[in-house]
T-cell receptor
């Protein structure tokens, strides 16, 4: 089962532009996490935001959380070609992490 | 810290054979391990959750007799794909949660191709 839905499914931008990805989820959460996956590789944890937080920053990443709308967004500022990857939000309604469908980001130089 | 090693990184096998994938937590004790499957251009789908020393809990639609999971120790879980068929070709990823409850660590994944 999948907890979250991301949009857009695919996003293509130029280097230097900002990329925004959105995620919606279904159940109540304690926290929401964002992961990155390069093609055919494992997952890299990017950032975790707790249910009592509304916004969190980490370097060029900015995550927001709106628990009333059950949604989160990930903003990558000043994108680089190396940011090209798939991005997933994830929650754990029970023990396991459940992932959204993901957004594939392509950054061209 | 918190490294999970998954082997092999890729494997090609013939239809009808079995393949074993290992997932080891290298520097922490993993009370719970998770197995995911990912088809091309899709998200990770949870297959099963395993706790050390007990039977795995499988998600709906996942055949437990086909995907055998063993979690015999706090640092090792294995997934065996039995009688593999081409439709089992996929990317399999394991994840481990620490005994102290701090986060999830993922293996680097195994690309299985059944020919």
């Amino acid at each position: 089962s999948q907890q979250g839905e991301e949009d857009p499914q695919a996003l293509s931008i130029q280097e230097g532009e900002n990329a925004t990805m959105n995620c919606s989820y279904k159940t109540s959460i304690n926290n929401l996490q964002w992961y990155r996956q390069n093609s055919g590789r494992g997952l890299v944890h990017l950032i975790l935001i707790r249910s009592n937080e509304r916004e969190k920053h980490s370097g060029r990443l900015r995550v927001t959380l709106d628990t009333s709308k059950k949604s989160s967004s990930l903003l990558i500022t000043a994108s680089r070609a190396a940011d090209t990857a798939s991005y997933f939000c994830a929650t754990h309604p029970q023990t396991a992490l459940i992932f959204g469908k993901g957004t594939t980001l392509s950054v061209s130089s | 810290g918190a490294v999970v090693s998954q082997h092999p990184s890729w494997v090609i096998c013939k239809s009808g054979t079995s393949v074993k994938i290992e997932c080891r937590s290298l520097d922490f004790q993993a009370t719970t391990m998770f197995w995911y499957r990912q088809f091309p251009k899709q998200s990770l789908m949870l297959m099963a959750t395993s706790n050390e020393g007990s039977k795995a809990t499988y998600e709906q639609g996942v055949e437990k007799d086909k995907f055998l999971i063993n979690h015999a120790s706090l640092t090792l879980s294995t997934l065996t794909v039995t009688s593999a068929h081409p439709e089992d070709s996929s990317f399999y990823i394991c994840s481990a949660s620490r005994r102290d409850g701090y986060g999830y660590t993922f293996g680097s994944g195994t690309r299985l191709t059944v020919v």
